[in-house]
């Protein structure tokens, strides 16, 4: 296939780095080279410090680089209204507020308007079904009127893939969705990502993770950061190999997959 019969990047990253703000000069990303396209699930993993929040914050318009280009949905940051740009992209991280008083349906409300409060005027019938019906899809239907707070951590991590979805994002970012998640909690994660994706044909996704036990079978890519910079990205069978991940963790590492988990353990 051609360059130009490929579906239109989702996001675009150019030449990319990084700077630390304090001093200017340290490197916390560089020289970044990275395109997502349509129906494209990506796996991002790195030790601790490997910058994938940073990654991650790029492609989801939360911050600038310092070097290069970055085209989030087909506008360049730095061109765009980065407000705008972010209500396109669903976002789900531990540092975003949440009212925890609310129902875990309000919650779900609050991203049609990308707030943390809900703007109840702007909430229509068909908005308020539209929450129901995604809480219904990630396996919460239950929960629709418990407030957000009373919910366990594997319910708020689908509950704030509902809130994401509400703007019909063509791209969901999930930085670390399964901390501290037990195991039925991480199953029934893996099994709604599975699902989302099998659902979504055109939706493109980046899941950031330290394990590769989370990462369901229809993650497409991986991208395996060191230090900063691109270790290996592609495809995932090509790119989760024992050698990668051992030189991506500096420790040997046996990496398997069965009917399509992975499994990995220090080969020492
Ligand atoms: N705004 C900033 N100012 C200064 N240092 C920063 C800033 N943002 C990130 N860093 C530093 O850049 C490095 C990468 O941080 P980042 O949070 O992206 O890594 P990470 O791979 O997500 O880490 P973890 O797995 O621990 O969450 C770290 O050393 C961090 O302290």
Redesign the pocket.
């Known amino acids: 296939m051609t360059e130009t019969q490929e579906p239109r990047a989702v996001v675009a990253l150019s030449d990319v780095a990084?700077h630390?703000?304090?001093t200017g000069q340290?490197i916390?990303?560089d020289e970044i080279n990275w395109t997502i396209r349509p129906g494209e699930h990506w796996a991002l993993l790195?030790?601790?410090?490997?910058?994938?929040?940073?990654?991650?914050?790029l492609a989801g318009a939360v911050?600038h680089p310092t070097i290069g280009t970055v085209d989030v949905l087909g506008d360049r940051l730095g061109r765009v209204d980065m407000r705008e740009l972010r209500a396109r992209v669903g976002l789900v991280s531990a540092a975003q507020k949440v009212p925890l008083d609310a129902t875990t349906h309000t919650v779900v409300l609050t991203g049609a308007t990308g707030t943390v409060q809900p703007l109840w005027p702007k909430y229509d019938t068909a908005t308020r079904e539209r929450a129901h019906l995604l809480l219904a899809e990630l396996g919460c239907k239950e929960l629709a009127d418990r407030r957000f707070g009373d919910c366990s951590g594997g319910q708020r991590a689908r509950i704030l893939i509902c809130r994401a979805l509400m703007a019909d994002p063509l791209l969901l970012l999930l930085?670390?969705p399964f901390n501290a998640l037990d195991l039925p909690s991480r199953e029934d994660l893996v099994d709604a990502l599975h699902r989302l994706a099998a659902e979504r044909a055109d939706l493109a996704a980046v899941t950031?993770t330290?394990h590769l036990e989370e990462l369901p079978p229809s993650t497409t890519h991986a991208y395996l950061?060191k230090e900063?910079r691109e270790l290996a990205s592609g495809p995932v069978d090509g790119v989760l190999t024992p050698d990668n991940v051992t030189v991506c963790f500096g420790r040997p590492v046996h990496v398997a997959r069965h009917d399509g988990r992975w499994y990995a353990r220090s080969g020492r």
């Open positions: 990084v630390r703000r304090t340290e916390v990303l790195g030790a601790n410090g490997a910058g994938k929040t940073t990654l991650l914050r911050m930085d670390e950031v330290h950061l900063g």
